[in-house]
């Protein structure tokens, strides 16, 4: 299963778009469901957090990992033209408990870019 889909946020129905295909591909992953709802949850929060939708525009970028002991997916949400962001810590604490990994890149296109992992258990 090598996945990957790239979603175009624009407005908050696309933030749940986003979330429904997260939980999708969790799903045929072979995340439990308490996962599968842990990162569904965690990439709306995101979204929400960078304001993807209502003042940025942004993208989802949902894939598979594989090739380690375990799969895992990695959810990449990126703010376009985010280049006055400011990044609040508190806004990520709520979505860092709920994933394996979180890491936050400032682009040099100006993009604000954070990637989710989680593996499957």
């Known amino acids: 299963m090598n996945e990957s889909q790239t979603i175009a946020v624009q407005s908050e129905f696309d933030v749940f778009t986003a979330r429904m295909q997260v939980r999708k591909l969790a799903r045929a992953m072979g995340f439990d469901i308490t996962n599968q709802a842990r990162v569904a949850l965690a990439t709306s929060s995101l979204a929400r957090a960078l304001r993807l939708g209502e003042i940025y525009r942004g993208k989802v970028v949902i894939d598979c990992l594989e090739g380690n002991e375990r799969p895992g ?37 100006s993009d604000l870019q954070v990637t989710l992992i989680k593996w499957v258990t």
């Open 73 to 109: 997916m990695r959810v990449v949400c990126r703010a376009l033209d985010s280049a006055n962001f400011e990044i609040g810590a508190r806004a990520f604490t709520d979505v860092k408990w709920l994933v394996d990994d979180l890491t936050i890149e400032e682009l040099p296109s």
